[in-house]
């Protein structure tokens, strides 16, 4: 009931294209979902993150779309670009300042 | 957000040795997270840290391994006992401040 489960292990998608990574959790009580970006040899970075009250949140290029009833949020990358290339995490977290369950992660890569 | 600083970057030892790595906060925090991220894997929750108690670690995690201080609201360490090959991996602290924010990690490896 912990888990968080996070698909597509790897993704490979053309510049401008728009990259999906699906993520799944079975716990009702999580309330935050967050969004973090890896790049080799750096520490995860918060990309974005979405309560549940909220089906979709938007910052800048990314978006954040979130299926309660589902038990599914998902994350698009608009206009995709060869930076945006890393791993991609999504989380889930109950109650406050928690700990954190992370799913698998995305191996995104963007091709000029 | 939160800034983490932690040290050492990354570190390379001998098996049977021990390593503290260090984690500093720019604010006070009550909690704060250790994880640990082998090689191509996800990240691993190892303990939660409250200042002024004992830590509390996940399954498959003991203090024996993996010793936690946290002497004050800004400052936490991390020791990796008696380390193997088995112990290469990534170490990052992390605090929920504004959103969830995580140190640059410590890349051990052991050899």
């Known amino acids: 009931q912990q888990q968080v489960k996070q698909s597509p292990q790897s993704l490979i998608v053309q510049k401008g294209g728009i990259p999906i990574i699906n993520c799944a959790y079975e716990n009702t009580a999580f309330d935050y979902f967050p969004w973090y970006q890896q790049f080799p040899g750096k520490g995860p970075a918060l990309l974005i993150a979405?309560?549940?009250?909220?089906s979709e949140k938007k910052e800048g290029r990314f978006t954040i779309s979130f299926n309660k009833s589902a038990k599914q949020f998902s994350l698009h990358i608009m206009d995709s670009q060869p930076g945006d290339s890393a791993t991609y995490f999504c989380?889930?977290?109950?109650?406050?300042?928690?700990?954190?369950?992370f799913g698998q992660g995305t191996r995104l890569t963007i091709n000029p | 957000s939160a800034v983490i600083s932690q040290k050492p970057s990354r570190d390379i030892c001998q098996r049977g040795t021990s390593l503290t790595i260090q984690c500093q906060v720019d604010s006070q925090v009550t909690m704060m997270f250790w994880y640990r991220q082998q090689p191509g894997q996800s990240l691993t929750l190892i303990a939660t840290a409250n200042q002024g108690s004992e830590a509390t670690y996940e399954s498959g995690f003991v203090i024996d391994k993996f010793p936690i201080s946290r002497p004050n609201l800004t400052f936490s360490t991390l020791t990796v006992s008696n380390m193997s090959p088995e112990d290469s991996s990534i170490y990052l602290c992390s605090v929920g401040v504004g959103g969830y924010t995580f140190g640059s990690g410590t890349r051990l490896t052991v050899v």
């Open positions: 989380a889930a977290s109950m109650g406050g300042a928690q700990k954190l369950v």
């Open positions: 979405i309560r549940p009250d909220v």
